[in-house]
């Protein structure tokens, strides 16, 4: 039978339209069950590669024959070695291109909505990780938030709608995964924005990011109006975009709130997390559309592969927006967390700029979920 390949954007289209899938995961149970490709409807199975050394009958009778099957490892070599004994067997499978290191870095660019005058705002899915970045886009030129390292995929987004990158924010010192923001403007020539509390420690030079700051996009002048929101970090910033989203960073996710713990700051932090959340969020138009910088659980995603909502609603059904007692919301955001993300102390080193990890060192730091919710 034949070997096919599948890439990580064929598989992000599977999860976005909610098609079946039957995934032969070949890397060891404890990766597996740290971190998986999701679906609404994918199957598993999870069989460590050198347990099928020997051959693959035994594992035959669990492989469906009406839904695409696909062989996934960690990095490909792997799962492409199954995928052609099972293809030996008369089984037609897929193996995945780059294994789950290309699933961690493929980003699919989603439009979210319109702005005033023919501007747009575009979502990039970090699908594999979690993570969510943002193109603000209006009168020929572009803003980019929270850019992963991947920045090629900006550069040639923005190059196909035919617009130039003049800004770059971050929203936050992060700690989950690098930043791609400076790289990003060094190459684009755009000003680079960091909230000055988070860059105490850095060893670049910056656009100094303070509450109120408004930056203008386009011919058009698209607003990006800066909130000062504490918590996750002291210096984390929210922006207002054309008064229609807010870009919330890692302070408010769509099933959850942002953790205060990854620079050791847990009980400092935590009155910051509820003054921006239960406060600062509070004084907001109840419409604006709620962007975050990450999403927890596949079942966020929208329809079309978007992760929002109306701020209003997250008033209503977030458990974390709806805790009364001060006590408890401490308890919450400092106790029984998840656990930290792989290499954090070593992620946010980088993205001060006081250590310079290869490409290679950079994609083992980030494998992994994301953990900056509380839960």
């Not at 998986?36 to 009778?61: A, R, S």
């Not at 594999?128 to 995929?153: F, P, Q």
């Not at 029984?336 to 080193?349: C, D, G």
Request: contains cysteine.
């Amino acid at each position: 039978m034949s070997l096919n390949i599948m890439t990580s954007k064929e598989v992000t289209r599977k999860v976005f339209n909610k098609e079946e899938l039957f995934i032969l995961d070949v890397r060891n149970e404890r990766d597996f069950n740290e971190w998986k490709i999701e679906g609404e409807n994918f199957q598993y199975l999870n069989i460590p590669y050198f347990e099928l050394l020997d051959g693959v009958e035994e594992i035959l009778g669990k492989i469906p024959s009406n839904i695409d099957v696909l062989v996934v490892c960690a990095k490909e070599g792997s799962s492409l070695m199954v995928a052609e004994m099972l293809s030996e067997e008369g089984l037609e499978v897929f193996y995945l291109q780059g294994g789950m290191k290309a699933w961690s870095e493929h980003l699919e660019p989603v439009r979210v909505g319109d702005l005033t005058d023919e501007g747009e705002i575009y979502q990039f899915v970090r699908i594999g990780k979690g993570c969510l970045s943002y193109m603000v886009v209006s009168g020929g030129e572009a803003a980019v938030i929270d850019a992963t390292r991947m920045t090629d995929v900006y550069l040639e987004f923005a190059k196909s709608i035919g617009v130039n990158i003049t800004n770059v924010f971050d929203t936050h010192l992060h700690a989950d995964h690098i930043s791609g923001g400076r790289k990003l403007a060094e190459k684009t020539n755009a000003a680079y924005w960091l909230p000055s509390k988070d860059a105490t420690e850095v060893t670049f030079s910056y656009n100094a990011l303070e509450d109120g700051n408004e930056v203008m996009i386009g011919s058009t002048a698209i607003n990006i109006h800066a909130l000062y929101s504490p918590g996750h970090t002291i210096g984390s910033t929210s922006f207002v975009v054309d008064e229609k989203f807010l870009l919330s960073g890692d302070i408010l996710f769509i099933d959850s709130i942002g953790r205060p713990d990854l620079a050791g700051m847990a009980e400092d932090w935590v009155g910051d997390l509820r003054e921006s959340l239960y406060k600062r969020y509070r004084e907001l138009s109840e419409r604006l559309i709620v962007l975050p910088a990450h999403f927890m659980i596949i079942d966020e995603l929208n329809a079309d592969g978007s992760v929002s909502e109306r701020l209003g609603v997250l008033f209503e059904k977030n458990h974390g927006l709806n805790i009364k007692d001060e006590n408890e919301f401490r308890k919450l955001v400092t106790e029984n967390l998840p656990p930290q993300p792989n290499a954090y102390q070593e992620i946010r080193q980088t993205n001060m700029g006081k250590i310079n990890p290869d490409e290679e060192e950079q994609r083992e730091m980030e494998i992994g979920p994301n953990r900056c919710a509380v839960r």
